[in-house]
């Protein structure tokens, strides 16, 4: 990715992006601490942009957008391919919607601003203890994300509902990860039904996207910062709108299915489901 703005525009017409042979390394760079604290340095550096600029007063949904841009294109340098696909049906609806997505590492939460901006203003749904971080909470308020503890589920539930629907009355759309935290395995029971009940109160479309992103392993100190393995693919999916009209029950159990049949295609493991 060379200009974010770009990338927006055709994500937007086409539904899709695979990075450019011109805009990455012939064969991806070998996995090594060195890439490894370069990439993890990238992620703070687009943490302290945030904060810097908001702080100066211009911090903006499409700064926020250009600055967490880096994420993809430091990827596409180490040599790793990066595509999104299905975004057309996303580009047809003109509103905004309620995404949820499984989580698998904090590359994503870097991404994901770029990507989804490109389709109106994006509210995210994170850890209080991000918002309680002096500069970087106040940044992240500015673009509309909503704190939640993760201790108190029944608080949780009733914030997002409260909050989330704000937002989408304001025209932002809501990414919510139902898992909670980063899972290397796709366990379909751990992914809670908030983004379908908030979808189906606001009366907005629920959007699953799926993402593949061990290209930045969990780290074993500090979870945002693990090995970066730029041979493997970052990818993204975009799953059908499903509209209110379906009830929470089916939008969650649909959203779901697609989520966790688009990892097994890509060769992932999926956690089995229980014996009834």
């Not at 749904?125 to 918002?131: A, D, V």
């Not at 509902?161 to 025209?171: I, P, S, V």
């Not at 898992?179 to 379909?188: C, I, K, L, M």
Request: net charge positive; with cysteine.
């Amino acid at each position: 990715m060379k200009d974010y703005q770009q990338f927006q525009v055709f994500l937007r017409t086409t539904g899709s992006y695979t990075t450019p042979p011109a805009d990455r390394r012939s064969t991806p760079a070998r996995v090594s601490a060195i890439n490894s604290f370069l990439y993890a340095f990238t992620i703070i550096r687009i943490v302290a942009r945030c904060a810097w600029n908001h702080l100066l007063g211009r911090f903006d949904y499409d700064k926020w957008s250009e600055i967490c841009s880096a994420s993809i294109r430091f990827a596409e340098r180490l040599g790793a391919t990066v595509t999104f696909e299905g975004f057309e049906q996303r580009g047809s609806y003109d509103g905004p919607v309620v995404y949820v997505s499984n989580h698998m590492s904090t590359l994503e939460t870097m991404v994901y601003p770029t990507a989804l901006n490109a389709f109106g203003k994006l509210a995210i749904i994170l850890k209080q203890s991000l918002e309680d971080i002096p500069l970087v909470g106040a940044a992240s308020r500015a673009v509309g994300s909503i704190a939640v503890t993760r201790k108190n589920a029944r608080a949780d539930l009733v914030t997002v509902l409260e909050q989330g629907a704000k937002r989408l009355a304001d025209n932002s759309s809501v990414l919510l990860f139902p898992q909670g935290t980063r899972q290397s395995v796709f366990e379909a029971k751990r992914f809670n039904t908030l983004g379908a009940k908030l979808a189906e109160r606001a009366k907005v479309p629920l959007v699953p996207l799926a993402v593949r992103t061990d290209f930045l392993k969990t780290g074993k100190l500090i979870k945002d910062f693990g090995i970066v393995d730029p041979k493997k693919p970052i990818l993204f999916a975009c799953g059908p709108m499903l509209m209110p009209e379906l009830g929470a029950k089916k939008m969650h159990e649909q959203s779901v299915a697609f989520i966790e049949n688009k990892i097994k295609d890509w060769g992932l493991p999926v956690a089995a489901a229980p014996e009834p």
